[in-house]
């Protein structure tokens, strides 16, 4: 493999950081020479692999850095990038691929909202800023692109061998008026929060995709831990977020399990005034559920 040509498709050279990461890129490759050498032969197997990584060539990058969750280790990033990658060419169709790693979106639902918002619409993305915590990610955008809420995963075996999600990170919007426009999309929700939003549609995606588990990193998993720095305060505790959506601790503190389905109150638990907005609410998330499986059964294989 050429580690130097590689390394150019990934970085920007006339960035002075993004340099310095090419020469680190540059001498981990050539460190870890075996390793490199089968993530090549594994994109080499196919038409349909080849084509994906040389249109997202970070695949290669992430493997050499730690991404994705505390203490990973490159042979389980490399198994990590496979594993998802051979689940996604076995049940889904070439398109589904060439999409989400060609800089498109895979379009899962919309909504209008007003006439300055226009509408909200979710939608399955990947690109270079995704790439730390995840191989996908799952986006709540305004019309404007602006993202509201945004869940980075992977899929991979977990160790019942079932092919699971897994959530790297959960982000809100990086906007000077987040906390306002919040507002207006809970309201516009029947009073419910955008980043419950974001992980229900995280779930409706991973029953969509036939997938058998969701966990989701702690705050002590979160692959920022790998570094020296100590000051990155995340803006939404993931660990408590979790716990309140029903998320149980598993035997790896880096990761908790999270639910399938979201448990819903039934309406004798809900007080009578409340009861119209309950419904409304629960009717949004039925249609979400439904066009998400709508919208991934269509490019799911046929064989």
Not at 39 to 50: P, W, Y
Not at 120 to 135: A, N, P, T
Not at 179 to 204: G, M, P, S
Request: contains cysteine.
């Amino acid at each position: 493999m050429n580690f130097v040509e590689l390394g150019k498709k990934i970085y920007d050279l006339n960035n002075p950081r993004e340099a310095h990461r090419f020469v680190v890129f540059v001498a981990r490759c050539c460190l870890h020479p075996q390793k490199m050498q089968r993530v090549e032969d594994f994109f080499s197997q196919s038409e349909i692999l080849r084509e994906v990584a040389e249109s997202f060539p970070y695949f290669y990058e992430q493997v050499t850095r730690a991404f994705f969750y505390n203490k990973s280790k490159f042979d389980e990033r490399i198994k990590l990038v496979e594993e998802h990658l051979s689940f996604l060419t076995q049940s889904m169709n070439e398109n589904f691929l060439l999409n989400l790693y060609g800089d498109k979106e895979i379009f899962l639902w919309k909504m209008p909202l007003d006439e300055n918002l226009g509408e909200m619409r979710l939608v399955i993305s990947m690109h270079g800023g995704q790439k730390k915590e995840g191989l996908a990610s799952i986006v709540l955008l305004l019309a404007d692109n602006t993202p509201v809420y945004q869940i980075m995963f992977w899929i991979a075996k977990d160790s019942a061998e079932n092919f699971s999600m897994w959530i790297g990170a959960l982000q809100g919007p990086n906007v000077d008026s987040s906390k306002d426009l919040i507002k207006i999309l809970t309201k516009k929700c029947h009073a419910y929060r955008t980043k419950n939003l974001i992980l229900y549609a995280a779930q409706a995606v991973a029953r969509a995709l036939n997938l058998k588990k969701i966990y989701a990193v702690t705050n002590y998993g979160y692959y920022a831990n790998n570094h020296i720095r100590r000051d990155r305060k995340l803006k939404t505790s993931f660990s408590d977020f979790w716990q309140e959506c029903g998320g149980t601790p598993t035997g790896d503190k880096r990761f908790f399990e999270l639910p399938l389905v979201e448990k819903r109150k039934t309406f004798e638990e809900i007080p009578s005034q409340k009861r119209a907005v309950y419904r409304r609410r629960f009717a949004l998330l039925d249609e979400i559920d439904a066009a998400i499986f709508e919208n991934l059964q269509a490019f799911k294989r046929g064989d």
